[in-house]
């Protein structure tokens, strides 16, 4: 079995990928251990004042990768800018419009 080439990628692409990725690791380590500590602190009876520095934390690790999100976001919307539009052949506004 032969293994297919790999579309050249560009290192502002990858290094976006990246940052993606980085992020859904955030959010679901930060999630993941929230809930772990909510569930050890219910079970070994943990004070209030504990669970809620955990509470704090997860709330970090939820918002730092909501601005990673956003990064990556705006950072591929200002490559789509640059990048010239493809035009579709073949259709019209007309096609878009419905009649009444």
Request: proline share 4%.
């Amino acid at each position: 079995m032969s293994k297919r080439p790999r579309p050249s990628v560009s290192n502002e692409t990858r290094r976006l990928a990246d940052k993606a990725r980085m992020a859904a690791l955030v959010i679901g380590f930060a999630f993941a251990g929230w809930m772990l500590a909510q569930v050890l602190g219910a079970r070994l009876g943990w004070p209030v004042q504990l669970v809620f520095v955990f509470d704090l934390l997860g709330f970090l690790g939820l918002s730092c990768g909501l601005v990673l999100t956003y990064q990556v976001y705006r950072a591929r919307k200002a490559a789509a800018a640059d990048r010239p539009q493809a035009k579709v052949v073949g259709k019209s506004n007309k096609a878009r419009t419905r009649r009444r």
